[in-house]
């Protein structure tokens, strides 16, 4: 079991960057340069000297190759041995749309591409480092079997994976690097090459503090080369504090931006199709809520968690995109006090109502901690607040000030 918990949503980090991550623990990678005009494209294919050149549009959605950008160019990844035609290609890439099957449906700017030396691959292997909890700590996990689905290799031939548990004290030990890279099929001078790389790669992974490090494949070339050719880098949000340089590269140019400013008052949001903002505590209940709206015919607008310590700024900035967004009709409040004050939020709702002079109907259900204090703030606000008993009874009014409308 692979344990993946996100406080907020996941670091992205653009292809070369991860590569430029990977270099720079002594990982080897194909030469490459980053360009973001197409003159620029064209002199970095020049200086990389090399008999092939690969050109990547860089975006985060997956499916480049068979993406098709509005200029009429197809595919985001093309292969040529001229530096003139790079130019070109990037001319067509640069400041157009690219459409894959992973991106919204009018596609996602490319506004960099990565110009980088061809290597020809004569063998694909996967390996990766993560973290699992049955191990409590770091495992290898490798299969000579690269370049495609793991979950497939894992399914079809599960004789195929190796695994290895890390000593968090110790490290990687050499032994257990040389025999990962001779369970991956690396022989001869190769198999220590290899066993380097995988050590390179765990240092990495220590370094910047990642959650997963997949590299997919992990080649060999007909020269004799141990190349990481493609990764994948999950980093852990709580150490943000000590992964700057990491953190200010994250490009959220291609998430929704409601989400992006959510994120930056710690609040978890998630757009939907409805017209019933939910703003809720707990990301159980929050699911819940939407659940329970739909049971009486409504339609959640969107799926908003305050998380636990919750202060009155979080209330504001959280009524603030919910009433921004013009799909919304109704609001629903729903807290249950726990850690959270119901009185911190009952003040919250009531300034955020003043100020932002609310359109729309409020439904409010408070439960837990200092309650009477909260329902006793909401009622002499004079402010057009429905109070709901429970959940259901919150459901039902939600909907029902939708349809008097």
Known sequence: EVVRESPRRWLNLQEYQSKKLMQDSGVTVQRFFVADNPTEARDAAKRLNAKEIVLKAQILAGGRGKGVFDSGLKGGVHLTTDPAVVGELASKMLGYNLTTKQTPKDGVKVKTVMVAEALDISRETYFAILM?????GPVMVGSPQGGMDIEEVAARTPELIFKE????FEGVRDDQALRMAANLGFKGPLERQAADQIKKLYDLFLKVDATQVEVNPLGETPQGQVVCFDAKINFDDNAEFRQKAVFAMDDTAESDPI???AAKYDLKYIGLDGNIACFVNGAGLAMATCDIIDLHGGKPANFLDLGGGVKENQVYAAFKLLTADPKVEAILVNIFGGIVNCA??????????????LKVPLVVRLEGTNVHEAKRILSESGLPITAASDLDDAARKAVAAIAKK
Not at 132 to 136: K, M, Q
């Open 165 to 168: 548990a890390i000593d968090i």
């Open 259 to 261: 989400e992006t400013e």
């Open 344 to 357: 911190i939020i009952a003040n919250g709702i009531t300034k955020a109502c003043r100020e932002l002079e």
């Open 132 to 136: 699992d909890r049955a191990c409590n």
